[in-house]
T-cell receptor, first 113, second 109 residues
């Protein structure tokens, strides 16, 4: 148990669907992150939030929309995804933006048909 | 550019020792992480090296040479449960955490 919980663990959606991924951290951290993990590729940072403010958006397509209503919760809203968006989406938190140690959730395995 | 290289796959025998290498070329350097990730689970923290040298934690040790842009993770007395992916990540001077592609380790009986 890492203190970071992601739901759902698995998600299958069509290209026209709208769905949301949820992340909750119980560590009292101030920073939260979304990463994309594809097979045989490095983790790709998508979004960074610090104290509920988005501080980084790494050229992510607008079909991915993050939301951070408070420092414990992070959402990733998905709409009109493409098959190449199929991947493991990992949420992470850290005490603040520094120190850099990330605490990861187990991820949501997304399949886009 | 930012580049981190580690082998894609490795196989080792239960009870043996295995060394997983990581080389990096990044914009400055502030530290290097190793994470372990079992299939379907969260990456979990193993080590963080900032200074050169070897740090030992039980069966796992991590080494860093900043001048060579090189690190390795050493796993001793391998157990079947050590079968996992091992991620190397560099914290660069710009405050970015850059990950390698991960090394899939299979431990055989």
């Amino acid at each position: 148990e890492t203190g970071v919980t992601q739901t759902p663990r698995h998600l299958v959606m069509g290209m026209t669907n709208k769905k949301s991924l949820k992340c909750e951290q119980h560590l009292g951290h101030n920073a939260m992150y979304w990463y994309k993990q594809s097979a045989k590729k490095p983790l790709e940072l998508m979004f960074v939030y610090s104290l509920e403010e988005r501080v980084e958006n790494n050229s992510v397509p607008s079909r991915f929309s993050p939301e951070c209503p408070n420092s414990s919760h992070l959402f990733l809203h998905l709409h009109t995804l493409q098959p190449e968006d199929s991947a493991l989406y990992l949420c992470a938190s850290s005490q603040d933006l520094t120190p850099p140690r990330r605490y990861f959730g187990a991820g949501t395995r997304l399949s886009v048909l | 550019g930012q580049n981190i290289d580690q082998p894609t796959e490795m196989t080792a025998t239960e009870g043996a020792i295995v060394q997983i290498n990581c080389t990096y070329q990044t914009s400055g350097f502030n530290g290097l992480f190793w994470y372990q990730q079992h299939a379907g689970e969260a990456p979990t923290f193993l080590s963080y090296n900032v200074l050169d040298g070897l740090e030992e934690k039980g069966r796992f040790s991590s080494f860093l040479s900043r001048s060579k842009g090189y690190s390795y993770l050493l796993l001793k007395e391998l157990q079947m449960k050590d079968s996992a992916s091992y991620l190397c990540a560099v914290y660069n001077q710009g405050g970015k955490l850059i990950f390698g592609q991960g090394t899939e380790l299979s431990v055989k009986p």
